[in-house]
């Protein structure tokens, strides 16, 4: 991408996807500085590696240089914010974050990956095994473990992005390679049905030039695209790339053989937790091996691979209490980590803590939501987390809770979370949320520590 602008202006720059197009204008050389509603542990890092933000509604902190200026917002950001009507008024360019990252990986050789759920692991991993072998730049949809950061700079033309289905935003990338994980139904405040849903990721299947690689079972044809496709799966023999061999380690990490069509890839160990992620890195190996990088490179980095901030994050691990953080806030992806976390602790009681995100979501996944989280032992139930929305009537929390058959259940305010858990004795306790849940992330390791 060509940098035709001095400044760079974000609002909502504390977005995980905003905060890496963030740094890669910085990073280029450019004065960055940007608007958020609240400080955050991201805002901080970004303040301390020279981003000016500011958490007040003030459109004259916009620089005065409207020329010389390009304004970059997220779709999250409400349409009335001040800022955004100012910077449209007075003629500044103004655009979506996801037109931004589809202009700087034009004309580079983009990985993507797309799904309902899966995709930022899926990414990040990706970005990891390249590293290992021909580095590449990457626009994270979360924090990696491994480099502590959403963002990774190379001099090369190779480029992995997380492709991000809300608002239609994927539809800016065209990717050499690119890897669909789920089409499950979600953000139907944006699409009105899964049709229109699983339309949009059709669209996006179609701009992929050269390979794309699909879990198997979704609904794409392979008529319906010009790139080549292979199928993955966890265990399925039926599909192109697969696990076999399987064994799960006695501190709950898998190792198993890759069949891939080029042959067998034997003894990979997965780094992070949970059969989840054993399908995520089948998905990782086959948009890597399908780019062409060496098969024993990919299977190092699947080992040394730490996983993502808030995906299957293991905070706590010692004298028989485990706790893990996850950003799951879909019903699947709830479904998922829960039944993981069942094969690697079969025998330990589970408590989660969930805070539903979005009234939207829950309205429409309300019977979803509560199948998955009925799999619990014991069930912490949250407010909704309103995020960008405004509050629908008859829709809260309480229509989760009352469909939820777990032995034990409590529906409370976040204010009164952590009295609850100091009261509580845990074996393997699990926080999920996409919502501001994070910010008890720490507190409750730091309780589990002084026990």
Not at 294 to 309: E, L, N
Request: net charge negative.
């Amino acid at each position: 991408m060509k940098i035709e602008y001095r400044n760079v202006y974000f609002i909502g720059i504390g977005g995980i996807g905003m905060s890496a197009i963030a740094r890669f204008f910085k990073f280029q050389g450019c004065d960055v500085s940007g608007y958020d509603r609240t400080p955050s542990d991201l805002t901080r890092k970004l303040e301390s590696e020279g981003i000016r933000v500011h958490y007040e509604d003030r459109p004259e902190m916009i620089p005065a240089d409207i020329s010389g200026t390009l304004v970059v917002y997220t779709p999250a950001i409400p349409e009335e914010l001040g800022e955004l009507r100012f910077a449209r008024e007075k003629g500044y360019t103004v655009i979506k974050r996801s037109k931004t990252l589809g202009e700087i990986t034009r004309g580079q050789s983009c990985l993507a990956v797309a799904g309902s759920h899966g995709k930022t692991t899926t990414s990040t991993l990706i970005a990891h095994i390249m590293q290992q072998g021909r580095g590449c730049s990457a626009f994270l949809g979360g924090i990696s473990k491994n480099y502590g950061t959403n963002m990774l700079m190379s001099e090369g033309n190779v480029v992995v992005a997380e492709a991000d289905e809300f608002d239609r935003s994927f539809l800016q990338l065209h990717p050499s390679i690119a890897a669909i994980t789920a089409m499950d139904a979600d953000h139907l405040d944006i699409y009105g049905t899964l049709e229109n849903m699983q339309g949009a990721f059709r669209e996006f299947a179609s701009q992929v030039s050269e390979t794309l690689v699909l879990k198997l079972g979704l609904p794409i044809g392979r008529n319906e695209v010009s790139a080549k496709v292979f199928s993955y799966h966890f265990d399925d023999p039926g599909a192109d790339f697969h696990a076999s061999n399987l064994r799960l380690e006695p501190d709950g990490h898998y190792i198993y053989d890759l069949v891939h069509p080029g042959g067998i890839l034997e003894d990979i160990r997965v780094g992070t937790l949970g059969w989840v992620n054993v399908e995520n890195s089948i998905a990782a190996a086959a948009v890597c091996l399908c780019y062409g990088v060496d098969a024993q490179i990919v299977r190092q980095a699947i080992g040394t691979f730490q996983g993502v901030v808030r995906r299957m994050d293991e905070r706590f691990n010692r004298d028989g209490v485990v706790y893990i953080d996850d950003y799951a806030h879909h019903p699947a992806e709830l479904g998922a980590t829960i039944s993981s976390l069942r094969q690697i602790f079969p025998d330990r009681k589970l408590t989660a803590v969930f805070q539903p995100h979005l009234y939207t979501r829950t309205r429409d996944f309300a019977d979803e939501f509560a199948r998955s989280l009925s799999l619990v032992d014991e069930l912490v139930l949250l407010d909704i987390y309103p995020a960008r929305e405004l509050p629908i009537e008859g829709v809260s929390s309480r229509i989760i809770f009352d469909k939820v058959t777990a032995p034990e259940k409590t529906l409370i305010g976040k204010d009164e979370l952590m009295p609850l858990l100091e009261k509580k004795e845990f074996q393997v306790l699990v926080t999920f949320g996409a919502g501001d849940i994070d910010r008890f992330t720490d507190k409750i390791s730091e309780m589990l520590e002084k026990r």
